[in-house]
């Protein structure tokens, strides 16, 4: 029995080792490398995949498509009130300059004081460095906004400054300000000696469009001239990529009459910025519109 018994364990440990499989022999390099088979592998499966999406892609053509979605247009997503000023112009109209201004006040959907804006479609390429357009203009009538004015001068330079009525007038005290990414300005003036100080702080200041520039007025030897123009109402504009000016002229409260006087002169203003170069008409539309209100075409005054 008890040889039967280790003739039966010796016949299972054999059976055993019969079963294990031998390891796999791979060559060093080429085909029949390890890396190569399993590269294969992988694309096979890739390649398994692709078809199953495709079967699936087709699949799901092959459906019977459901209703349409109902689209509505951008007045009707509008809000009630929008709606009803929108009714108030004639689309299919062109309005005279002081006609769209009284139409612009009326149909301003909001409560607050909205800001009357000019958006004009230019025939200039933005691309042409003597066709990208930028200046600056002080309205006769100001622009309704308060301005915060931050010089950045030497300190004989600040005290006066302060008396044409910066907000902020400092030497070195104002980096410190810059270090903490303290922005309490809308408008910064600089000497052009000082220039190369705010150079550190160009990625803070030039996204907000905070960057004095001498086409801007704000870097300049005559900085109380400057503080003043600030404060008056001086307004930059410049063209954007799709070649289009937009300018805010005033806000609802002003009245027609000085709302005209800022539109004329930014239109004065954009008449001697026509490039010499240009091919074309120079403007080519004219839109006038509230803040948050509906759009109203004026007739080109260049045409």
Known sequence: MVEETENKEIIENVAEKAT??????????????????????????RQERKKERAAKEAEAANKPKGAAPITRSKLERRGKKYQEMAKLIDKTKVYGLKEALELAAKTSPVK???????????????????????????LP????????????????????????????????????????GTIDFDV???????MPKLGKYARLLGPRGLMPNPKAGTV?????????????????YRVDKQAIVH?????????????????????DSLKVQKPASLKGSFVKSVYITTSMGPSIQVENLYN
């Open 20 to 45: 294990i499989e031998e390891p796999e022999k791979f060559a060093k390099s080429g085909k029949k490398s390890k890396k190569h088979i399993e590269e294969v592998k992988a694309e096979e499966e």
């Open 112 to 138: 607050f004081d909205a800001s009357v804006e000019v958006h004009t479609r230019l025939g200039v390429d933005p691309r042409q460095a003597d066709q990208n357009i930028r200046t600056t203009l002080v």
């Open 141 to 180: 009538s100001g622009s309704g906004k308060t301005v915060r004015v931050a010089v950045f001068a030497p300190l004989y330079v600040c005290k006066a400054a302060k008396t044409a009525g910066a907000d902020i007038a400092e030497d070195e005290e104002f980096l410190k300000r810059l270090e903490k």
């Open 188 to 194: 910064l003036i600089s000497t052009p000696q000082y």
């Open 220 to 236: 300049t030897n005559d900085v109380e001239k400057a503080v003043k123009e600030a404060k008056a109402g001086k307004v930059e």
């Open 247 to 267: 300018i805010g002229i005033g806000k609802v409260s002003f009245g027609v009459d000085k709302l005209l006087a800022n539109a004329e002169a930014f239109f």
